[in-house]
DNA sequence: ATGACAACCTGTGGGC
DNA sequence: TGCCCACAGGTTGTCA
């Protein structure tokens, strides 16, 4: 489900509600996600106060005065703050419940999600991480660089966490349209001034997403529970055999890596 | 080091 | 109408 904007959409919806506030209770009613939960999170996390919200690439990193929760949200997982009295329904994984009654709870049908308590700064699974897509270290520059003498596609590049993190299925697709470069060809053989182009696309498209709210495909919502509104202003994902916006030439599917593809032949060299 | 691919799991939509 | 297969927003691990 959820690309860079929604985890972001995400935790700005569940910050002003969970900040300050202490967790009385951990209820796990499902431990077996992508990692299986922990023992030692209910007991650590009981008891704590939530201090901030952070993200790092897709994971929600929740600081508190004993250590910070780290959650990813897989491909079908969200969080939502609700009544601690709300019954659990199918695939509600996880409460956090908090000392006003409400608490923060997991969803997630999938369970490609994970959550780890961490005592310290860092974490194995965040050690390898690229930049972040918004941060200034991420530039035509440091793509053109890194893709020197390297084969894979283009679009699988810059799906590599290694490489830079955050860029997902919708916003690869898109971001490779609005730069006009072709999805197949090899990262090694963008020229410097396309890689400036395409840093640009990517970066005008996650703020413009995130702004939205994010993009809700099937059953996305934010911390609020309210849906993105960025999928009416998608250009080419999930709008395969439809007219390109630019030429109108019918937009080609493929697959990469096992992902879907769309993109415009005439548009993309 | 690089790249190709399977794996994890459930729900849904399209084709037959 | 109902069944079955393919595929879905992500990421890691394995193997050649």
Redesign the pocket.
């Given at each position: 489900?959820?690309?860079l904007p929604?985890v972001e959409t995400t935790c700005r919806g569940i910050a002003p509600h969970i900040i300050d506030r202490q967790v009385v209770a951990v209820i796990i009613r499902e431990a077996?996600l992508?990692w299986p939960i922990s023992g030692h999170l209910e007991r650590s996390l009981t008891g704590a106060r939530f201090l901030g919200v952070r993200r790092r690439?897709?994971?929600i990193l929740i600081d508190t005065d004993r250590g910070t929760l780290m959650i990813?949200l897989?491909?079908?997982g969200s969080l939502r703050i609700m009544p601690a009295t709300a019954p659990a329904l199918?695939?509600d994984h996880v409460d956090i419940v908090l000392d006003d009654h409400l608490c923060l709870r997991y969803h997630d049908?999938?369970?490609?999600g994970s959550m780890h308590w961490l005592e310290g700064v860092s974490h194995p699974?965040l050690d390898s991480l690229g930049p972040e897509p918004l941060s200034p270290s991420f530039s035509g520059d440091y793509l053109y660089h890194h893709s020197r003498?390297?084969?894979?596609?283009v679009k699988?590049?810059i799906?590599d966490?290694k490489v830079v993190?955050?860029v997902?299925?919708?916003y690869a697709n898109e971001a490779l349209f609005m730069s006009g470069i072709h999805p197949k060809r090899a990262?090694?053989r963008v020229a410097a001034v396309r890689y400036e182009s395409l840093v640009g696309a990517i970066k005008e498209v996650l703020a413009n997403a995130i702004e939205q709210g994010?993009?809700?495909?099937?059953?996305?919502v934010g911390g609020d529970g309210q849906p993105?509104y960025f999928a009416q202003k998608l250009r080419v994902?999930g709008r395969q055999g439809k007219p390109c916006r630019v030429c109108d030439t019918k937009l080609r599917e493929i697959?990469q890596?096992?992902?879907?593809t769309v993109f415009c032949s005439v548009c993309q060299r």
């Open positions: 489900m959820p690309e929604e077996r992508r690439a897709k994971y990813h897989g491909m079908s199918f695939h049908p999938r369970r490609f699974l003498k390297r084969r894979i596609p699988q590049f799906m966490g993190v955050g997902g299925n919708i990262s090694g994010g993009t809700t495909l099937r059953d996305f993105g994902y697959r890596g096992g992902r879907s």
